[in-house]
């Protein structure tokens, strides 16, 4: 029996990323956040589709 990994939250994404920059979170707590909410999968696919950041 496997463990089926949910898709990502964009929104819990964001939300971890703020409190980041607010320093409302110690940066631990945040890495974990954006790691259960799905970031290395997000990174994953915007590498494997070729994004590539606007000026």
Do not use: I, Q, Y
């Amino acid at each position: 029996m496997g463990f089926d990994v949910p898709p990502p939250d964009v929104t819990k994404l964001l939300a971890a990323w703020e409190s980041f920059e607010a320093g409302d979170e110690l940066p631990g707590k945040v890495l974990a956040n954006l790691k259960t909410a799905g970031l290395g999968l997000v990174l994953k696919e915007l590498s494997e589709s070729g994004w590539a950041p606007s000026a």
